[in-house]
Each structure stands twice: as structure tokens, then as C-alpha cells.
């Protein structure tokens, strides 16, 4: 029976094929159309020297760039050191200026307090003689007073003190007077020695 029934499904699927191949056109292979002979193109084959000459100079002048280019750093770059090492010099001066005030105004500020002290501690020193440079001459001088400035002092031949600018003393007194100007122009001599 298996077979039977076998047959028959096979006799319907046939009989289904023919009739819906009945209903459909048949579709013809499409028609490939022979192409025309091409015309045979010449083929133009590049200029390979003339194509490596036109890169072997490009080379060249890219090389020549980089040779510039790489010049120039390296003056770039001797600048930049250059300029590094003054800068580091001028800041090394600017330092060592720095300290040189910072001890000068220490220094001056020393200087305020001991030379008032020192001068004040001549008052009451007696003299033979004081002679000025304008051609003065005091016998039995007393000093009565010193500033940075002025000489004050009694003497045998007056009852009024007399007050000389230090500068118009001779320079031994004035060094002993610890006057300022006296002192700077003697420092200045001895450097120039």
C-alpha cells in the first residue's frame, strides 16, 4: 500500500509540473551579442629614466632642505646655549650685586652707629698745634666736638671754640677723624697702587 500510495503523489506532482509548465512561456537564454573587434590601442610605456631622474632630483633638493634645515637648528640651538649661559651669568651678577648692597647697607649701617661713637669719644683730646690748610695755625688746641663734617675745638689764643670744615685738616687728622671723603680718596689710592 506504502507503494501505491508513492506512485500516486508522484503522478500528482507530475501532472502539477506539466500543467503550470502549460501556463508559463518558456524564457529563451539571453543573447550575448559578439562585441566588435577592438581596435588594438597602442600602448605608450612611461619614460622610466626620464621618471627617475625627475624623483633622483627631488631627492637632491629635499636633501639640500634638510641639510638647511638641520643647519639651522644647530645655530638655533648654539643660540639657545649661548643665551642660557649669559643668562646664567647676568643672574650670578645680579646675585652677587644683590649681596653687595645687602653688605653695604650693613656695613653703612655700622659705620652710622660706630663713627658718632668714635668721634664723640675725641672730645677733651688736647693738641700742640692744629694747622689748616688755608694756612691757620692754633696752639694749645682742645677738641670740643667732631662730626662727619666739622672740627670744633678752644685753643690758647681765643675764649670762643672754633669750628673748621674736616676737610681744610691736614690728612693725618683727617684720618684720625674717620671723615668720610678722606677716607674714600685714600681707599681709591691704594686701589689704584
Not at 18 to 45: F, L, R, W
Not at 46 to 54: G, R, V
Not at 123 to 137: E, F, N, P, R
Not at 165 to 187: C, F, I, M, S, W
Request: hydrophobic share 35%; aromatic share 4%; glycine share 4%.
Amino acid at each position: 500500500m506504502k507503494t501505491i500510495t508513492a506512485c500516486s503523489t508522484a503522478l500528482l506532482i507530475s501532472a502539477f509540473i506539466t500543467s503550470c509548465s502549460e501556463d508559463v512561456e518558456p524564457v529563451a537564454p539571453p543573447k550575448v551579442e559578439k562585441e566588435a573587434p577592438k581596435e588594438e590601442k597602442k600602448e605608450t610605456k612611461p619614460d622610466y629614466s626620464a621618471i627617475l631622474e625627475e624623483l633622483r632630483d627631488k631627492e637632491s633638493d629635499l636633501q639640500k632642505d634638510i641639510k638647511k634645515m638641520q643647519s639651522k637648528s644647530r645655530s638655533a640651538m648654539r643660540i639657545s646655549e649661548e643665551s642660557a649661559s649669559e643668562l646664567a651669568k647676568l643672574n650670578e651678577a645680579r646675585d652677587y650685586m644683590e649681596r653687595l648692597k645687602t653688605l653695604n647697607s650693613q656695613l653703612q649701617a655700622q659705620i652710622d652707629i660706630w663713627g658718632p661713637a668714635t668721634r664723640g669719644s675725641f672730645a677733651g683730646i688736647k693738641l700742640d698745634q692744629v694747622a689748616t690748610a688755608d694756612g691757620q695755625s692754633f696752639n694749645g688746641v682742645e677738641i670740643v666736638g667732631v662730626t662727619a663734617e666739622d672740627f670744633t675745638f678752644t685753643h690758647r689764643g681765643g675764649s670762643e671754640p672754633v669750628t673748621v670744615k674736616v676737610a681744610n685738616l691736614p690728612l693725618g687728622l683727617r684720618k684720625n677723624l674717620l671723615h668720610p671723603e678722606t677716607a674714600l680718596q685714600d681707599y681709591r689710592l691704594q686701589s689704584a697702587e
